[in-house]
């Protein structure tokens, strides 16, 4: 399965093209991309995917850059293109199916970790240290949109963040950390319906403030008594916990972020590296 999925993600690296910089570099950007997510793949730091010694067999073709250059090189605005396009290409191709989930995923670090991007917010079971993912998933368990942020960033404005890319319409499904009058104003102005339950229950009044007219009539999906519709196109919202729960549990997927990943730049291309990975399986499998 390991050779498989790294052959898979090597010949769609390689279908993108390679990059130079008008021979300034001795290795190419997809030549780089190959290292890191070798050793993302592995849960390894980049300096064990520079020993040639910890690579299979027929798995890899000429010297291997120095673990400084493969560092030096992630940080550049091509490399973040590079894996934006090769997420792109892996990510499981198929229409909007109309609806889709909104969520963010934890990824706490140790509370006495020097890093200074990390913030303080709330994880699983209480406050954590770290950062933390928020991701749009349709029902068919494609990756639409996603974002890192640290803890404390409030999930509502990483969803506004979230919607700019998306470029759909249809329905939002979310939690009730969602219900914002300013959320759901910016959802309808992209012809979405954002979805959520209300933060303190369908027993609590509304007020006498102005409330969004979205907000109002995702009320009455999720509290009509005529209609079980908004009540059951909501209980679809599982699918996206769903996809967390397998990208941390599969072998290479997102567990959590290890020691040698701080700051912002680096837990994004970690992540982006991670959610490659787990693309790729998906892509595999259909194929099989």
């Keep these: 399965m390991e050779r498989g999925l790294f052959r898979r993600i090597g010949r769609t690296l390689r279908s993108l093209g390679s990059r130079r910089d008008n021979g300034r570099y001795r290795y190419t950007d997809a030549g780089i991309l190959a290292v890191y997510l070798w050793a ?13 010694a910890n690579w299979s067999p027929g798995m890899r073709r000429g010297p291997l850059p120095s673990a400084s250059a493969v560092s030096r090189r992630m940080r550049g605005v091509s490399m973040r293109r590079l894996m934006h396009r090769l ?4 990510v499981s191709s198929g229409r909007w199916v109309l609806v889709a989930s909104i969520d963010g995923k934890p990824m706490p670090i140790a509370w006495h970790s020097g890093d200074r991007q990390a913030g303080v917010g709330r994880g699983v079971g209480g406050l954590a240290k770290g950062y933390k993912l928020h991701a749009v998933i349709d029902l068919g368990g494609r990756m639409l949109a996603w974002r890192v942020a640290p803890m404390n960033i409030d999930e509502r ?30 959802a309808g102005a992209v012809q979405i319906q954002l979805v959520a339950p209300r933060r303190r229950g369908p027993r609590a009044g509304l007020g006498h403030r ?7 009539r995702c009320r009455d999906l ?3 008594t005529e209609s079980d519709f908004g009540r059951e196109l909501h209980r679809k919202r599982g699918h996206i916990e769903r996809y967390f729960g397998t990208m941390s549990s599969t072998p290479g997927g997102l567990i959590g972020l290890p020691a040698w990943v701080r700051g912002m730049n680096r837990v994004h291309n970690w992540v982006a590296a991670k959610i490659i990975i787990v693309e790729a399986k998906a892509t595999l499998k259909a194929t099989v």
């Design 87 to 90: 997420e792109r290409r892996l």
């Design 222 to 224: 999720l509290e009509n």
């Design 157 to 186: 404005e990483m969803a506004r963040r979230l919607l700019r890319d998306l470029g759909h319409e249809g329905y939002l499904l979310a939690d009730g950390n969602y219900d914002s009058n300013k959320l759901f104003d910016a």
């Design 40 to 52: 993302a793949l592995h849960d390894r730091p980049v300096s064990w995917a520079c020993d040639e």
């Design 210 to 216: 102005r409330h969004s007219v979205h907000r109002l």
